[in-house]
Every structure is written in C-alpha cells, then in structure tokens.
C-alpha cells in the first residue's frame, strides 16, 4: 500500500487485482451492463492509482476505493440522462443482469430464480427512498459494513444506521420479497 | 424474570441486525437467553445474508482489465464517437444559422430603410413640382380655359404696369389694394 502510494504502479496494480472483483459488482450492481461495468471498473482503478497519494489513513483505502466508485457510477449515470434526453441512447445491451445470469448459469432452475430475484430486488427498491436504497445496498449487496458506509456516504454512522432502520423496516414489512428470500436454500 | 418474559419488539430485532450495542442492556441479555427471538434474528440476517449472495452469484466476474492501458471496446466507441460527432454538427449548424441569419436579417433592415428613404424623397420631389408650378402659374388650366384668355405671362410686374401704385393722399389706399379692382 504504501509502495502504491509513492507511485509504484506494480504495487497498484496489485492492489486494483485485489478489489477488482468487489468494485466490478458493485458498479454491476448500479448500472447492470457488463460493458458499462468493465469501463467503470477500469476508470475507478486509473483514478484511484492519480489519487491515492492525498489518501490520508491506508487503512481506509477499501472504503475510499468504494467512495471513488460511487462517484464514477453517479457521473457515469449523468451522462447516461444527458445521452437520453438528447436522443443519443445507449443501444440496450444484451448483458443485463438477468440475460447475464442466464447465459451462465448452471442450470435452467438457477436461471429462473436469478431472475426473479433481480425482479424482486427491483421492486423492493423501488420503494426506498435515494439514500436509504444507497445505503441497503452497500451494507447487504455490497457488504459493507457500518463504519466503511459512513465513509464511502460522507455521513456519521447514526445517520447511517438510521436510513438503514428505515429501508429494513420496508424490508420487513415487504412480504413477498422475504418469502421469496426464505424459500432460498 | 422481565428479561426473561418480555421479547423484543419488532423495532429492537431491526435495530440488533443493524446494530446489537444500540439496544438496551436488559434487550441484549434478553436475546442472548430467548430462543424465540434470537430465532427471528438469525432468520432476518439470513434472508438479508441471501440478497448479498444471490447478487454476487448473478454477477460473474470477467478477469480483470491492465488498470493502465485503456481499452474501450468497438461498440462503445461508436455510439460515443456518433454522439460526440452529432453533437459538434448541431452546434456547428447553430453557429451557420445564428451568423448567416443574422447577416441576411441586417440586409433586410437597410434594404427597407433605403426603399422607405427613397420614397420619401420621391414624394418631396413630388410636392416641390406642385409647388413651383403653382408659384409659376396660379390659376389653374381650367380656369385659363373657361376665361378664354392666356393669363400666363400675368405677373406682379403687369399688375403694377396696369395699376400703378398712388401715392395715398391721408389714408386713401390703391383701389386694387382695396380689394375694388
């Protein structure tokens, strides 16, 4: 880390192997392109190695890691609206989530129940409000746990714990989704 | 016996997933001795426990990128490069449209305002025309017509030849300064 630190791409570049697989599912997990996730992927990595030296506390570096991709996700997202509202939309990708799971997936069972499960997701997020729905996913998606949250959010753990009482009081209150969740082996 | 007896809310099961230190001291023994609720506990962790899995199963890797060497791929660049190209066409084409319009809008001004000068002048031209051939002639061709007479070389010189001026006597004035002739 501190090699890195001092501009020592090697090093870098062995910590960007480390985390790649965290930082790609966690833009996956917003933006749901394989491709779009890919290049995110790669522009937290190049930021991060321009950036890492104002790092203050090395042992912060995953939840600054996380913090550098949630703006490349936000940005990415801008200009995806920007594109949109000028007519210059993406071509829908064949990768999305679902499609993603299925082509890989080991079995036709497995396959359907990805699926349903990203539906689900879906709508129990929809529920939430911005910050809440943040939150719920870096703690339970992104397996973050509270202190990182506060860090990545730019906010104090209380505000933190308190947006996540409140996604898990919808989650409680959501039915369908746990059944769905409980029947899981 | 109180900690033994009363289970936890439903806001202290969300609040020992978030957190067990933020609930009570009796909460937190209490859980610790109830099978019941440290049972709705691990069933809630687990369903939350199974959203993290399930979205990192559905979510498979591809190896990862050379962080330094940037490679977009073919599609990407295109619909970037479309987008970027329309982009500076439109602009480029507002800029035509601004300048050009604004050019020929200028020229349409001053061409009006030439045509509105012009007839103006044409219209002074005019009215001098009347006016210098009333001083010339003040009796209008008609009347010349209806009189039989040319009265057209009549001027202010032969009206005093005719009717030369006296001098008054008191206040006695020309007569055809009187109106009588």
């Known amino acids: 880390m501190s090699s ?5 791409a090697e090093a870098f570049a062995f910590l960007a192997r480390y985390y790649w697989a965290p930082i790609y599912r966690m833009v996956y997990h917003r933006v749901r392109s394989r491709m779009d996730a890919e290049d995110i992927t790669q522009d937290v ?6 950036r890492v030296k104002s790092l203050n506390e090395e042992s912060k570096f995953r939840s600054w890691l996380y913090t550098v991709a949630i703006n490349r996700v936000r940005d990415h997202m801008r200009k995806r609206k920007l594109l949109n509202l000028m007519g210059f939309s993406a071509p829908k990708q064949a990768d999305d989530i679902e499609q993603q799971g299925i082509s890989e997936g080991p079995n036709a069972f497995e396959k359907v129940l990805r699926k349903d499960f990203w539906n689900e997701v879906e709508n129990f ?9 943040e939150v719920f996913i870096l703690r339970f998606m992104d397996q973050l746990n509270i202190s990182e949250i506060a ?8 505000t933190i714990k308190t947006h996540l009482y409140r996604a898990l009081k919808k989650f409680r209150a959501e039915p369908r989704f746990r059944t769905f969740l409980e029947g899981i082996e | ?72 791929s073919k599609q990407r660049s295109i619909v970037f490069s479309w987008g970027h190209l329309g ?26 305002r030439i045509a509105a000068v012009t007839r103006e002048m044409e219209m002074d031209m005019s009215l001098m025309a009347e006016v210098d051939d009333l001083i010339e002639n ?44």
């Not at chain 1, 860090?151 to 209380?158: F, I, L, P």
């Not at chain 2, 049972?39 to 979510?59: F, W």
């Not at chain 2, 066409?89 to 800029?95: I, P």
């Open chain 1, 45 to 50: 990595f190049i930021t991060a190695f321009k």
């Open chain 1, 4 to 8: 890195a630190k001092k501009g020592d």
């Open chain 2, 138 to 181: 003040p009796l209008p061709q008609i009347y010349e017509e209806i009189s039989g007479e040319d009265i057209s070389g009549v001027g202010a010189d032969f009206m005093d030849f005719l009717i030369p001026d006296v001098t008054p006597v008191g206040n006695k004035q020309p007569l055809h300064k009187k109106g009588l002739v």
């Open chain 2, 1 to 72: 016996m109180g900690s033994q007896t009363k289970h936890l809310t439903e806001e202290q099961i969300t609040w020992a997933i978030i957190d067990e230190n933020e609930l009570p001291q009796m909460a937190k023994d209490h859980l610790v001795r109830c099978q019941i609720c440290s049972r709705k506990v691990e069933s809630l962790t687990s369903s939350l426990g199974k959203i993290g899995k399930l979205a990192a199963e559905s979510v498979p890797v591809p190896p990862p990128r050379p962080v330094f060497e940037r490679k977009k």
């Open chain 1, 125 to 133: 997020l929809s529920e939430l409000s911005r910050f809440e729905r």
């Open chain 2, 87 to 112: 982009l500076s066409a439109a602009l480029a084409g507002l800029l035509v449209v601004v300048v050009f319009g604004g050019f020929q809008i200028n020229q349409y001004r001053l061409h009006k």
């Open chain 1, 151 to 158: 860090e990545v959010m730019g906010k104090g753990q209380s």
